[in-house]
């Protein structure tokens, strides 16, 4: 389960840009095709924010489907399957991911 590693990374980035604060809250955008585990990486969260400062901390996340760009006819498009990597205009697969591999920190709210 590499999301617990990624958790701390997060972890060691906001106390780095945030010491001695308190965290409320934390949100994240999380790309469909990420390949992060939302479900692993609230479980790590919860389980590694315990004597830290984000220990009261929420976790809010925000999934980022799949967008693409078709090279051939130029038609865009958020896809109805992730696993399906096809221009939904022409049968094209020649396609550039727009989003959807997304994993950032979107923002964090700190105690007063």
């Known amino acids: 389960m ?3 590693s ?3 990374n997060i972890f060691d980035i906001i ?13 994240m ?3 469909d095709i990420s ?6 990486l609230r479980f790590s969260f919860d389980i590694a924010k315990k004597g830290t400062a984000l220990e ?6 925000k ?3 799949v967008s693409v760009r078709c090279r051939k006819c130029g038609a865009g498009a958020v896809l109805k399957d992730r696993f399906v990597l096809q221009c939904p205009e022409c049968p094209s697969r ?8 997304e994993l950032n920190i979107e923002y964090v709210e700190v105690n007063d």
């Open 63 to 65: 999934r980022v489907k």
């Open 15 to 27: 106390t780095e840009k945030v010491p001695d604060k308190k965290i409320r809250a934390l949100k």
């Open 2 to 4: 590499h999301e617990l």
């Open 56 to 61: 009261d901390a929420e976790l809010k996340i």
């Open 35 to 40: 390949g992060v585990s939302v479900e692993a």
């Open 94 to 101: 020649d396609v550039e991911i727009v989003k959807g591999r």
């Open 29 to 31: 955008a999380v790309g």
């Open 6 to 8: 990624i958790v701390m």
